[in-house]
T-cell receptor
Framework: KAGVTQTPRYLIKTRGQQVTLSCSPI?????VSWYQQTPGQGLQFLFEYFSETQRNKGNFPGRFSGRQFSNSRSEMNVSTLELGDSALYLC??????????????FGEGSRLTVL | GNSVTQMEGPVTLSEEAFLTINCTYTATGYPSLFWYVQYPGEGLQLLLKATKADDKGSNKGFEATYRKETTSFHLEKGSVQVSDSAVYFCALISFQKLVFGTGTRLLVSP
């Protein structure tokens, strides 16, 4: 069974640009969550999508957005990039009750560097 | 708000040594508790969980017991291997999302 696939794995952007990251969940998983991982702040929850609807949201500015498609694939977008957005962005998929049970399946992440 | 505090790393051990990684939590009520592990270059994997007080989660030789009296969920393993070298995250469920500790890096040498 294929795992969670995130693309691209690595990317470099400059301040002010925007970026889109993609996540393909495990087959049959309809919930997709996004986390930001940085050395200073650790793992922080961005948002969670289920059935193309955002079900939960963390404390990030509006520059961070996401969406989910009918096949459960998800994308997140960061606009007007800042140096502090440099991080590993992790996607996790689960069955619908996953966010309540804590049983999430993580991808390897997309490492974003902002110069 | 609900939060998790882990011991600072790195924890450096020799193979076959006993491992303890401390984790304490602050929460209203008794949320489910988790240990996730992140091997180099990989995403996080669920290692074990406990859903109520006095529950013991176990997997791959690792154990952790949910202690409400001390609000703790310490991770233990009797004999570590080089392959256990990774970053370990303690976490709890809060408002339908995982809240993670800062992670503890474990380095095991042969």
């Amino acid at each position: 069974k294929a795992g969670v696939t995130q693309t691209p794995r690595y990317l470099i952007k400059t301040r002010g640009q925007q970026v889109t990251l993609s996540c393909s969940p495990i087959s049959g998983h309809r919930s997709v969550s996004w986390y930001q991982q940085t050395p200073g702040q650790g793992l922080q929850f961005l948002f969670e999508y289920f059935s193309e609807t955002q079900r939960n949201k963390g404390n990030f500015p509006g520059r961070f957005s996401g969406r989910q498609f009918s096949n459960s694939r998800s994308e997140m977008n960061v606009s007007t990039l800042e140096l502090g957005d440099s991080a590993l962005y992790l996607c996790a998929s689960s069955f619908p009750q996953g966010p309540n049970t804590g049983e999430l399946f993580f991808g390897e992440g997309s490492r974003l560097t902002v110069l | 708000g609900n939060s998790v505090t882990q011991m600072e790393g790195p924890v450096t051990l020799s193979e076959e040594a006993f491992l303890t990684i401390n984790c304490t939590y602050t929460a209203t009520g008794y949320p489910s508790l988790f240990w996730y592990v992140q091997y180099p270059g990989e995403g996080l994997q669920l290692l074990l969980k406990a859903t109520k007080a006095d529950d013991k989660g176990s997997n791959k030789g690792f154990e952790a017991t949910y202690r409400k009296e001390t609000t703790s969920f310490h991770l233990e393993k009797g004999s570590v291997q080089v392959s256990d070298s990774a970053v370990y995250f303690c976490a709890l469920i809060s408002f339908q999302k995982l809240v993670f500790g800062t992670g503890t890096r474990l380095l095991v040498s042969p």
